[in-house]
T-cell receptor
Framework: DTEVTQTPKHLVMGMTNKKSLKCEQHMGHRAMYWYKQKAKKPPELMFVYSYEKLSINESVPSRFSPECPNSSLLNLHLHALQPEDSALYLC???????????????FGPGTRLTVT | GEDVEQSLFLSVREGDSSVINCTYTDSSSTYLYWYKQEPGAGLQLLTYIFSNMDMKQDQRLTVLLNKKDKHLSLRIADTQTGDSAIYFCAESMSGYNKLIFGAGTRLAVHP
């Protein structure tokens, strides 16, 4: 099973709403990632969790709050977003490279977020 | 510094071979990857190559790596309409838990 699932598929929210994006994998991967992708652009890394601890935050605004409740789940909590935050949000997971430098990341289908 | 560059668009006829090119600047890259993204979908890992290898073949896909010129290519043999997508190359470096993506090449396959 090489599947990463994400819910919801689509989300429309107002600037005062609070919502959460969810990601799940059952491959036993210990690294999980959140990316933001704007149209016709490559994915931009937001956060990396390694063994359920936040290891990388790419200077993401605090209106995005990640959470890793356990090794299979990754959440992204959203609050007071701006219209420019509208994008495809992708979750990915991988084995820890253990010194090999190999980051074989498996991506979910993404959540299409629209902020009105 | 980290920089990965790709040409933005490629159009091929069905049945022909496609070659998508990528250049990178960081000589400490350990692995290089090719991902495929179809419209409205996530990224699918197609293949990867270790930086000490020159070539890797996997069915219709052939990856060539010229480490001296920092040039990576993906050849798709017998291109089909289902190969129409955006193809991203990416690099990783040991000790940095992240991928650096190129801008993506849109491949259009026409009859």
């Amino acid at each position: 099973d090489t599947e990463v699932t994400q819910t919801p598929k689509h989300l429309v929210m107002g600037m005062t709403n609070k919502k959460s994006l969810k990601c799940e994998q059952h491959m036993g991967h210990r690294a999980m990632y959140w990316y933001k992708q704007k149209a016709k652009k490559p994915p931009e890394l937001m956060f990396v969790y390694s063994y359920e601890k936040l290891s990388i935050n790419e200077s993401v605004p605090s209106r995005f709050s990640p959470e890793c409740p356990n090794s299979s789940l990754l959440n992204l909590h959203l609050h007071a977003l701006q219209p420019e935050d509208s994008a495809l949000y992708l979750c990915a997971s991988s084995q820890e490279p253990a010194g090999t430098g190999l980051y074989e990341q498996y991506f979910g289908p993404g959540t299409r977020l629209t902020v009105t | 510094g980290e920089d990965v560059e790709q040409s933005l668009f490629l159009s091929v006829r069905e049945g022909d071979s496609s070659v998508i090119n990528c250049t990178y600047t960081d000589s400490s890259s350990t692995y290089l990857y090719w991902y495929k993204q179809e419209p409205g979908a996530g990224l699918q890992l197609l293949t990867y190559i270790f930086s000490n290898m020159d070539m890797k073949q996997d069915q219709r896909l052939t990856v060539l790596l010229n480490k001296k010129d920092k040039h990576l290519s993906l050849r798709i043999a017998d291109t089909q309409t289902g190969d129409s997508a955006i193809y991203f190359c990416a690099e990783s470096m040991s000790g940095y838990n992240k991928l650096i993506f190129g801008a993506g090449t849109r491949l259009a396959v026409h009859p």
